[in-house]
């Protein structure tokens, strides 16, 4: 009995903290997702006044944090 309430525990703590929750935001279409444990972005932002200078109109790119610390950032 014991055995199966840690399987079902640790099941739910599992869906807990690796569910993603997506997240429109309103900066140009970036969209994040979120769960407990980490944080992936998918950017699709207007570019900052000076890009816009250089003739760039998004940022586009790919952000993934785990538990905080950027692991992965490619955003141009």
């Known amino acids: 009995m014991k055995k199966k309430r840690l399987i079902v525990i640790t099941a739910i703590l599992t869906i807990i903290l690796l569910f993603p929750i997506p997240m429109q935001l309103k900066d ?22 000076e890009d ?9 790119g790919t952000i993934i944090e785990i538990c905080g610390f950027e692991v992965y950032n490619s955003v141009k």
């Open 52 to 60: 816009m200078d250089k003739g760039k109109e998004y940022s586009e």
């Open 28 to 49: 140009g279409g970036t969209v994040q997702y979120r769960a407990l444990l980490y944080k992936i972005s998918d950017v699709h932002a207007l570019a900052s006044t």
